[in-house]
Structure formats: C-alpha cells, structure tokens
T-cell receptor, first 114, second 114 residues
Framework: AQSVSQHNHHVILSEAASLELGCNYS??????LFWYVQYPGQHLQLLLK??????LVKGIKGFEAEFIKSKFSFNLRKPSVQWSDTAEYFC????????????FGKGTRLSVIA | DGGITQSPKYLFRKEGQNVTLSCEQN?????MYWYRQDPGQGLRLIYY???????QKGDIAEGYSVSREKKESFPLTVTSAQKNPTAFYLC?????????????FGPGTRLTVL
C-alpha cells in the first residue's frame, strides 16, 4: 500500500521568500503524483500533477514540482511566495495504472507574512 | 454552473444519532469519493464509488455507510457506531475511477457531535 509523508507541518515565510515543501512517498511500483491546495474558505483544488516524462512539472500560480525517483520525492517549489499563497498544501499519490484511489499526506500549512 | 455541492455546511447532532451528509454533482462524473479531514491528519478515504450501484470501503470505513443509487448523488451516513464522528467531511468526484483522473472537491460539511 502507498503512503505519503509531508515532513513540514507548518511553514512560515515572508513575502518574496522561496518555498520548498517536502513530499516523500512509499510504494514499490510506478506512481502518479499530485499536489492539491486548500486556500482558506475555498475548495481543495489541483495545483499540479505528474504521470510520466519530464520530471519537472509546472502548475498553476507559478508552482512547480520535481519528481526524483531515486529519492521517492515530489517536492513543491515556488521561487517567490505571495501573501495569497497562504493555504494548506497536500501531496497525494496513487498507483500508475488501475483504479486505485489517492492516498494523501497529512498536509503542510503555509503562512506567508507581509 | 457545474460542480459539487455538499449540504449543509455545518451540522450538529447529538451523540448516538445517525446523520446523513449530502453530496451532489452535476459534472456527469462516474466516480465519487468521501474523505474525512482532521487537523494534522490530512484527508483519509472513507468510501468511494466508481459506478452507480457499486462502492468500496476506504481506509476508515468503520462506522460509516454509503449508497450510490444515482450517478449524481453519493450520500454518506455517519452512524452511532463511529467513535469519533466530529470532523470535516469532503466529497469529491472524477470523470472515472482511473488513476490519472483529477478529483474535484466540494466545499465540505463540518459535523459536530455534541
């Protein structure tokens, strides 16, 4: 069975600082990887996803993530955060094929201060 | 306006009572999901359904029940057997149950059992 670890529970950054949120997964086979974001008072929404190909994927709002297979990692990055990036971020994984549901990490709360 | 609706937004119940949470989607999606979100725990899968009249248990199905009689509806019943029912409940849907299909989330229902 898959599992996902997000090591940072709460991250506090100043505006314009760079962001990197860690995500590591545990699974013996090929996986699909996702980052979801939950802004305060809003629905959970997809930020970006990786299935195959270029391990560096770009998502909405300037976010990107890099899949490093050897490290079982899919870290989320943004060069310069804004106050509006304050949200909770969830990494999720499922098996590459078939109909297996997503397994989510526990989430990282990001607070961006002016 | 397509999307997923969950009602009510806040729900209060007395201990020992069953309660049913509503989830409706007009996206014509085949697959629907129920998650429970607790602070610091991320999203945990309760039940999912990939097609009408079929559903599977997720990781924390004990104390919950579901039905899928219509494509657009996937109600969740929190029974008195659920030991710690106070939580935020999220419903999601995807076009199919395939591993690469993006899940779309509803606004959630916050259940408080007194």
């Amino acid at each position: 069975a898959q599992s996902v670890s997000q090591h940072n529970h709460h991250v506090i950054l100043s505006e314009a600082a760079s962001l990197e949120l860690g995500c590591n997964y545990s699974y013996g086979g090929t996986v699909n990887l996702f980052w979801y974001v939950q802004y305060p008072g809003q629905h959970l929404q997809l930020l970006l996803k990786y299935f195959s190909g270029d391990p560096l994927v770009k998502g909405i709002k300037g976010f990107e993530a890099e899949f490093i297979k050897s490290k079982f990692s899919f870290n989320l990055r943004k060069p310069s955060v804004q106050w509006s990036d304050t949200a909770e971020y969830f990494c999720a994984v499922n098996a590459y094929s078939g109909n297996t549901p997503l397994v989510f990490g526990k989430g990282t709360r990001l607070s961006v201060i002016a | 306006d397509g999307g997923i609706t969950q009602s009510p937004k806040y729900l209060f119940r007395k201990e020992g009572q069953n309660v049913t949470l509503s989830c409706e989607q007009n996206l014509n999606h085949d697959a629907m999901y129920w998650y429970r979100q607790d602070p610091g725990q991320g999203l945990r899968l309760i039940y999912y359904s990939q097609i009408v009249n079929d559903f599977q248990k997720g990781d924390i199905a004990e104390g919950y029940s579901v039905s899928r009689e219509k494509k657009e509806s996937f109600p969740l019943t929190v029974t008195s057997a659920q030991k710690n029912p106070t939580a935020f409940y999220l419903c999601a849907s995807s076009i199919g149950g395939g591993a690469r299909n993006e899940q779309f989330f509803g606004p959630g229902t916050r259940l408080t059992v007194l």
